[in-house]
Nanobody
Framework: QVQLVESGGGLVQAGGSLRLSCVAS????????IGWFRQAPGKEREFVAA????????LYMDSVKGRFTISRDIAKNTVYLQMNSLKPEDTALYYC???????????????????????WGQGTQVTVSS
């Protein structure tokens, strides 16, 4: 089991940048695939990005490719979501999530579904103004 805490959200102007952090307690990130999801009011939770337990496989939602980067710092047991060129449509509550690793070092399609994760943080708010 793992506990997740997100931070780094805030208010930023369109075109600006933010870096979200997800800090894990319990087992290290090497034991889990980690995903970032976001949810705007009245909308379903949607996939943003994910990184495999191995660190060699990543996935991104089409609308954030080239703008967002997911990474990890093993020494700090932290996964980051670097968000550049932010747009108003990026405004949402952002969550990190974890699911135990499989025998594969790579992410599959299940990594893009919120139902594919077992553990969730409380979320951090990102608001992008125009």
């Amino acid at each position: 089991q793992v506990q997740l805490v997100e931070s780094g959200g805030g208010l930023v102007q369109a075109g600006g940048s933010l870096r979200l952090s997800c800090v894990a307690s319990g087992r290290t990130f090497s034991s889990y695939n980690i995903g970032w999801f976001r949810q705007a009011p009245g909308k379903e939770r949607e996939f943003v990005a994910a990184i495999a337990w191995s660190g060699i496989s990543t996935l991104y939602m089409d609308s954030v490719k080239g703008r967002f980067t997911i990474s990890r710092d093993i020494a700090k047991n932290t996964v980051y979501l670097q968000m550049n060129s932010l747009k108003p449509e990026d405004t949402a509550l952002y969550y990190c999530a974890a699911v135990p690793r499989t025998l594969s070092a790579y992410l599959g399609d299940s990594a893009r579904s919120p139902n594919g994760y077992d553990y969730w943080g409380q979320g951090t708010q990102v608001t992008v103004s125009s």
